[in-house]
């Protein structure tokens, strides 16, 4: 964790150190306890606002959730490709499941029962894998993952070594016999680290719309307020431009359509909603909500909001401004990765997200409430680097 912060109240960088507390919140409509951490600033005491520490209470309060209820772990999931020496793409189309649905557990997403039961049988036994693993291999898209998988749970249930298929494995001049540990911790040469993002709060004042007017401007920044906490972060990339810019082009082409009264809109324009202040990269009012569009805001919840994922950003677009929408009422969010190449649209049912269409690479994607929308995701990611 990066123990360096920006202060609002100090207008500076500064350490910070961290305290716990008896803690309680309300998920899906019932109070839990859990302990929380909160970080205050050693210059003049603030409270600020720590990406890692948010994620970490957001755990604790889902952890005592999961407890009650019986779903498994997030470490327990996490175990699973590691285990069988499987990919969460592979694995999640070996489950049945769409390609993306593991992965959203595996980064924190909460599994229905039906799921989670599931999940702990895979985990609690190999045979069953195998079973998974022999019925859904034509599945897959390339014979390796098979073996290599084949492979690790063999070791798992000690079949011969015939049965193994790979008994050693070549790595550079060495030879390693088979023993998943080993080869894992001989392949783990590098690893890959979300990018820590700079944006903090002052978290004992919360923040209002005229204080975030008040703000002095910082170039290769820009500010949000997301639940009453400022938030600064980096200006957006080229290649988070370039694929917002083609998806505003779909989107209004569609609209004009459909919604000719409606408008469509790109950052920078602030929204607020609640006690947040936000910069959604494009969001859609439509014709029925022209009283939300003021001067110099959108004041209430667009219908459509789309962001689009940087390194920078992914925690918090994934889960404080999703719950932010979802608390707001906005009826449709959509996320899109363009370093994943994937694509998921929420839309609220019952007051809640759900994930009601989803792609990734050269997937099309044709949402249930929007009639004649066809997103060709090729489009997006034209010119991009390629996914190895």
């Known amino acids: ?41 050693n210059e003049c ?13 957001l755990k604790a309060l889902y952890d005592a959730y999961r407890q009650k209820h019986g779903i498994i772990s997030l470490e327990d999931i ?3 490709p590691e285990k069988y020496n499987i990919g969460k793409r592979p694995l999640s189309l070996l489950l049945g499941w769409g390609e993306q649905t593991f992965s959203r557990y595996y980064d924190g997403d909460m599994p229905a029962k039906q799921y989670s039961e599931k999940l702990k049988q895979v985990l609690a036994d190999p045979a069953y894998y195998l079973s998974l693993l022999e019925r859904g291999k034509d599945n897959l898209k390339s014979e390796k993952a098979y073996e290599k998988s084949k492979a690790a749970t063999g070791v798992l249930l000690n079949l011969p070594i015939s049965e193994k298929r790979i008994p050693c494995v070549g790595l550079g001049s060495k030879q390693y016999r088979y023993h998943l540990d080993e080869v894992i911790k001989a392949l783990d040469v590098t ?8 944006y ?21 920044y820009r500010f ?16 988070h431009q370039r694929v917002s810019r083609r998806m505003q082009w779909i989107l209004e082409d569609y609209f004009r359509q459909t919604d000719p009264d409606g408008e469509l809109f790109n950052a920078p324009l602030d929204v607020t909603m609640l006690d947040s202040v936000v910069q959604p990269d494009l ?5 029925a909500q022209k009283e939300l569009v003021l001067e110099a805001r959108i004041d209430g919840p667009p219908k459509l909001v789309v962001e689009i994922l940087s390194p920078s950003t992914i925690r918090k677009d994934r889960l404080k401004k999703l719950k932010i929408y979802q608390e707001a ?29 989803s792609g990734m690479d050269e997937d099309i994607v044709e949402h249930p409430d929007f009639p004649a929308l066809s997103i060709h995701l090729a489009t997006l990611w034209y010119g991009l680097p390629s996914l190895q």
């Open 1 to 41: 964790m990066n123990r360096i912060v920006f202060c609002p109240e100090c207008r500076q960088d500064v350490k910070f150190s961290v305290r716990e507390k008896p803690d309680s919140a309300e998920l899906k409509g019932e109070a839990y306890e859990f302990t929380s951490k909160t970080a205050y600033c």
């Open 45 to 57: 005491g603030t409270e600020v606002y720590v990406p890692e520490i948010e994620d970490e209470n």
């Open 78 to 80: 996490r175990a699973i």
């Open 191 to 198: 690893t890959v680290h979300e990018k820590a993002n700079v």
């Open 200 to 220: 903090e709060s002052a978290g004992s004042k919360k923040y209002s719309y005229q204080d975030y007017l008040e703000l002095p401007e910082e170039p290769g």
């Open 224 to 239: 949000e307020i997301l639940e009453g906490f400022l938030v600064r972060e980096p200006s957006p990339n080229v290649m």
């Open 283 to 287: 969001f859609f009012i439509s014709g």
């Open 329 to 357: 009422q906005v009826e449709h969010y959509w996320l899109v990765n363009p370093d994943e190449k994937t694509m998921e649209c929420f839309a609220l049912r019952a007051d809640l997200y759900s994930l009601v269409a």
